[in-house]
């Protein structure tokens, strides 16, 4: 087990490059089930997740080859089982995108059930409607769902709730129906609309990505792909924060700015300067960073795939910061940690209440969940003496090399293998 050690206080300066979005190459990976050809992907994480999702495409048939540039070929799947095992959807529930792939291309699949996860319930009831809206039929047995159609049906489908992976799955299994569907109150995220470019790509008919009503007209065959995976959004998101709290002054290259613009106000509301430049986002950290309001909300709004690290920001600013939690029921997980470590912060449901400037004092923390890590790792950036993250492994979901980058602007910050649990 991995330990990250850091000694706070550095002012951070330089450059970081953002890497390939985690949330972008995952789906990617699973609509390469959806041809017979192979999918060659550029710029990809490296990340335990992708990884993940990489085994389950080799369980599934796929050859998985390289690393950086994926080349992911489907020409023997079929032939075996069409499962997505309990063991990697409990470690990644992002496995279940491969549904509606499998469902539409093969006719059939036996996905686990992805039961509780550390942020909250995450049921996958939304993604069921919208298959079962085009013609599956759905079993669950002995911890699993089975779905089964023999050739998927176009039609009219509304979300209850705005789900990212639902509307992902349900548009790639969409894209193989046969006739026009129309999906209602569907996720507007950065990472649904690149999925639809890259189903145009291989041939699919998505019109409307981006907005909450999508009109897919079917296809009959799609094939695969060359593509370059975008830049990360929270990766930029979390270095932001990083810069703006360590007084630093960092260039993020290849920042996906467009995507940022929620994130950009905020900080800029605390007093951080952002500014574009031909290469990327300059943050600028300022001497004293001020009290900010924010609730998560599905894409447009501020994701809450930001929201520890924003609490960290709020801690760093003088004066009282609500952060109020609209997206997952327990995702305030970082909270104790961040009190360990010196922060004033008292949470009543989803709403945490943070009296800053807080002045952190380094101690041994545990990482609980993949952005609760990377607040961790921001708190210990800014706390006196030396700060001790154990279970990195939920940092190596999303961050690629998070300390080497890091320490590439200034940070103290080292990885030691063999760490306690
Ligand atoms: C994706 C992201 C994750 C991000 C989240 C919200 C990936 C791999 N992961 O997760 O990083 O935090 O979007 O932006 O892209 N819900 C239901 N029923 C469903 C599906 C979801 O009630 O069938 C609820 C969830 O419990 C949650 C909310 O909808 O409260 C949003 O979840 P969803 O958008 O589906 O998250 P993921 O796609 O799992």
Redesign the pocket.
Same mark, same amino acid.
């Given at each position: 087990m991995d330990k990250i050690v850091i000694h706070g206080g550095q002012r951070l300066t330089g450059e970081i490059r953002i890497l390939g979005a985690?949330?972008?190459a995952?789906?990617i990976q699973c609509a390469a089930l959806l041809t017979d050809t192979p999918t060659t992907l550029r710029h990809v994480p490296r990340l335990s997740?992708v990884k993940t999702m990489g085994e389950l495409l080799v369980g599934l048939g796929c050859t998985v080859e390289g690393d950086r540039t994926l080349v992911i070929d489907p020409a023997g799947v079929g032939s075996g089982p069409l499962e997505a095992p309990y063991e990697l959807v409990k470690t990644?529930?992002?496995s !279940? %995108?491969v549904m509606g792939p499998l469902l539409a291309r093969y006719g059939r699949c036996r996905v686990s059930l992805p039961g509780g996860c550390a942020?909250?319930?995450?049921?996958?009831?939304?993604?069921?409607?919208g298959l079962e809206a085009l013609g599956a039929r759905i079993r669950m047995a002995h911890g699993y769902v089975e779905l089964k159609a023999r050739r998927l049906k176009g039609a009219s489908f509304s979300?209850?709730? !705005? %789900?990212?992976?639902?509307?992902?799955n349900v548009m790639m299994a969409a894209a193989l129906a046969k006739g026009t569907s129309r999906l209602e109150n569907c996720?507007r995220?950065p990472?649904v609309q690149e999925l639809a470019i890259v189903l145009n790509k291989m041939g699919a008919k998505i019109h409307g990505a981006g907005t909450s009503a999508m009109e897919i007209e079917g296809v009959d065959v799609l094939n695969g792909i060359d593509h370059a995976i975008l830049p990360d959004r929270?990766e930029a998101g979390t270095f932001m924060v990083a810069a703006a709290i360590t007084r630093g002054d960092v260039l993020l290259e290849h920042a996906p700015i467009d995507h940022l613009h929620p994130v950009i106000a905020k900080l800029e509301e605390a007093g951080a300067i952002c500014r574009v430049e031909p290469r990327g986002l300059r943050v600028i950290g300022p001497e004293a960073l001020k009290a900010i309001d924010l609730v998560t909300r599905?894409?447009p709004g501020f994701?809450?795939?930001m929201q520890a690290q924003m609490m960290v920001l709020a801690t760093a600013a003088h004066g009282q910061s609500i952060i109020t939690e609209t997206?997952?029921?327990n995702r305030f997980m970082h909270v104790p940690e961040l009190c360990r470590l010196g922060a004033d912060i008292h949470v009543n449901g989803n709403v945490a209440i943070i009296k800053g400037p807080a002045k952190y004092t380094g101690t041994t923390v545990m990482a609980t969940d993949?952005?609760a890590s990377a607040s961790l790792v921001l708190a210990g950036l800014v706390a006196s003496g030396k700060t001790e993250i154990r279970r990195v492994y939920h940092l190596d979901r999303?961050y690629e090399t998070i300390e080497k980058r890091l320490r590439q602007v200034g940070a103290k910050i080292r990885r030691f293998h063999g760490a306690p649990n």
């Open positions: 985690k949330n972008a995952l789906p997740d990644m529930r992002a !279940v %995108t942020i909250g319930a995450r049921p996958i009831d939304q993604h069921l409607r979300f209850d709730v !705005v %789900t990212v992976g639902g509307t992902q996720a995220e990472e929270i599905p894409h994701p809450t795939d997206i997952f029921e993949l952005r999303g």
